[in-house]
């Protein structure tokens, strides 16, 4: 695996997610909490990406504003031709009805527990007038896409947690949305079950071009994911891209990337600060709030 500082990528035409400069503060009686500071991210159209990062960096903060569950403070985030920093209520309801899915940690979140999985994905059709006919064709090939056709009929205290979350996956896609998003779909799941999960997803937005985006602990996700990012301090430190080898079919390394964000700000992990101090090529020095990293002398 290399390291690399890297700037992020100015977003291109074929990006479904732009966020620039993100802020969210969140006020609480005479106290604020800076939940994301100035946060830059683009995500291109079909891509998968896993958003890591300790409680408290940010990462779950950056998921419900996507998912128009709540607003930033300012910067700028578009989804597709949405400005989600000013859309209106009406707007966002329409939002996160048609062009935005979401799957919940707790599968009961996710599913009716009296509805078998093949309503469960056909309900959020019904809600916006399609016919029954085209509902039940779209959830049975949802399920069958997912490896579920054999589980159409079940209800989900029938299925294993693993199937729970993947029909899951298949109620998120059902309105053909632009963009999915996952809050740690794994979290309640081994780690077998928790790779099919992740294959489902990959397997989703490779047939059918969805854009996804996970928040995740899972230790083994960047095999699964076109992209890892990394949050700190309520920005993108570093971002783990997965490349073909060429040394044999489907064959891939890692590549990780230190980021510098359009303000020409560096976060630097940890491990390597760790190992700039030991070799004594730096001296860092705290001043208030900031960390100030110079070359030894």
Not at 31 to 46: I, K, S
Not at 148 to 174: C, F, M, N, T
Request: hydrophobic share 40%; with cysteine.
């Amino acid at each position: 695996m290399t390291t690399t500082p890297v700037q992020q990528h100015p977003p291109t035409k074929a990006a479904v997610v732009d966020c620039q400069d993100l802020f969210k503060i969140y006020k609480r009686a005479d106290l604020e909490v800076v939940a994301l500071r100035g946060l830059d991210l683009q995500v291109q159209a079909g891509e998968v990406i896993a958003v890591v990062g300790a409680s408290g960096s940010g990462k779950t903060t950056l998921l419900n504003i996507l998912a128009g569950l709540d607003r930033p403070s300012a910067g700028r985030i578009l989804v597709g031709e949405r400005d989600l920093l000013t859309m209106t209520e009406r707007d966002l309801v329409t939002y996160r009805r048609w062009e935005v899915g979401f799957v919940w940690q707790t599968v009961s979140r996710n599913l009716l527990p009296y509805l078998t999985a093949l309503d469960n994905v056909a309900l959020p059709m019904a809600l916006v007038g399609k016919e029954d006919a085209e509902r039940k064709a779209r959830a049975a090939e949802l399920l069958a896409t997912l490896g579920l056709a054999d589980k159409a009929h079940r209800y989900p205290s029938q299925l294993s947690g693993g199937e729970q979350q993947r029909v899951s996956i298949a109620v998120a896609l059902a309105n053909r949305p632009l963009l999915v998003l996952a809050d740690e779909p794994t979290g309640e799941l081994d780690t077998h079950t928790a790779a099919e999960v992740f294959t489902g997803l990959r397997s989703v937005s490779e047939k059918y071009g969805t854009t996804v985006i996970v928040v995740t602990h899972y230790p083994g996700v960047a095999r699964y994911v076109d992209r890892v990012v990394q949050i700190r301090d309520g920005r993108l430190s570093m971002e783990i891209v997965m490349r073909p080898t060429f040394r044999g079919e489907g064959q891939r390394e890692l590549e990780e990337y230190v980021l510098v964000d359009a303000a020409g700000r560096l976060q630097l992990p940890e491990e390597q600060l760790r190992r700039l101090r030991l070799q004594g090529r730096v001296i860092v020095e705290t001043q208030g709030d900031k960390m100030v990293i110079r070359p030894a002398e």
